[in-house]
């Protein structure tokens, strides 16, 4: 069973960094491109950053270029995002999700999501 | 970036109606087009991809039709369980972008 558990979230002051992880199993997670998504309390559905299988693309959303970094380690299954300076406006809640197979295919596995509240 | 727009931004449907929910993007984007439903506090989950592909375990009264620009995902006979948020997405080219959602609800 395809399994992506995501950690790291939490409160964190203006300026301050977070490191998220997503932890992936029940699949051979070096074959799967994958991104972050967030969404803001309330609102709709995000797209932050992109990785691709063997990391040699990486996209981020313009908003957070310069601010995250998107990393991957396919012997340990895992994904991170490094978030530093953190804005008030970066609260959300992350998933990470897979990206199916074929080029441009759906995200079909999410996590459950971790929520940054960035707040004084 | 592709710019997604969807409508209804929510709709209010009686169990067994028909319910269409329209996606527009700002340019052609073929059929890489997937249809997302979201509950609350839950991650969303696929419905439809490449505009008219059921997902697996998805019920067949979800279907979605459309290529080039215009999209549509209908319910042919609404449930209970559906009452959700539904977001239209573009997997054509990077940003992932999605449509700003149409919250479902049952009457």
Known sequence: ?120 | DIQMTQSPSSLSASVGDRVTITCRASQSINTYLNWYQQKPGKAPKVLIYAASILQSGVPSRFSGSGSGTDFTLTISSLQPEDSAAYYCQQSYSPPRTFGQGTKVEIK
Request: aromatic letters at 12%; charged letters at 20%.
């Open chain 1, 1 to 120: 069973e395809v399994q992506l558990v995501e950690s790291g979230g939490g409160l964190v002051q203006p300026g301050g960094s977070l490191r998220l992880s997503c932890a992936a199993s029940g699949y051979t997670f070096s074959s799967h491109n994958m991104n972050w998504f967030r969404q803001a309390p309330g609102k709709g559905l995000e797209w932050v950053s992109y990785i691709s299988s063997s990391s040699v693309t990486i996209y981020y959303t313009d908003s957070v270029k310069g601010r995250f970094t998107i990393s991957r380690d396919n012997a340990k299954n895992s994904l991170d995002l490094q978030m530093n300076s953190l804005r008030v406006e970066d609260t959300a809640v992350y998933y990470c999700a897979r990206e199916y197979g074929p080029a441009r295919g759906p995200d079909d596995y999410w996590g459950q999501g971790t929520l940054v509240t960035v707040s004084s």
